[in-house]
């Protein structure tokens, strides 16, 4: 449910972020992002469904928001972005809510498609 969701931001950032990714591409989930930024934050979208996309640059300009459109991995990008997860600069670890085997792949696919399971993350161990 949405207070499970909102008690794991708030545990993980206090509450308000610097750097939101929407990964997900739907409708709404560029506004939960500038929702939760604090002023001078970035959001950078990386996932996408296709058809129209709404940005509301009120809500940019209202925090002075920076957006990004990421298009594409390269080698070096990736190269580059386990680094800094090996640095422990970018720290994935406290996004993984659920570890599931990879025989629990309905499972997983079942947390996504319920409104009513709270996740953040979900890892499967292949």
């Known amino acids: ?3 499970g969701y909102e008690a794991q931001i708030k545990e993980f950032s206090g509450g308000r972020v610097d750097v939101a ?12 992002c500038f929702k939760r ?5 970035h959001v950078a979208v990386s996932g996408y469904k296709g058809g129209n996309q709404a940005l509301s ?19 070096d990008r990736m190269l580059a972005t ?10 994935v670890a406290p996004l993984v809510t ?4 990879g025989s ?14 709270e996740y953040l993350g979900i890892a499967l161990a292949w």
Do not use: N, W, Y
């Not at 930024?37 to 934050?41: A, D, I, Q, R, V």
């Not at 386990?82 to 720290?91: C, M, N, S």
């Open 104 to 117: 629990d792949f309905a499972e997983a696919c079942r947390l996504l498609g319920s409104k009513d399971a």
């Open 82 to 91: 386990l680094e800094l997860v090996r640095k422990g600069l970018i720290r």
């Open 57 to 75: 640059i009120h809500q940019a300009f209202g925090g002075e928001h920076t957006v990004h459109f990421p298009a594409g991995a390269t080698r």
């Open 37 to 41: 930024m604090k002023p001078l934050g």
């Open 21 to 32: 990714v929407d990964s997900v591409g739907a409708p709404g989930t560029m506004a939960e």
């Open 98 to 101: 659920h570890k599931l085997a």
């Open 1 to 3: 449910g949405d207070a």
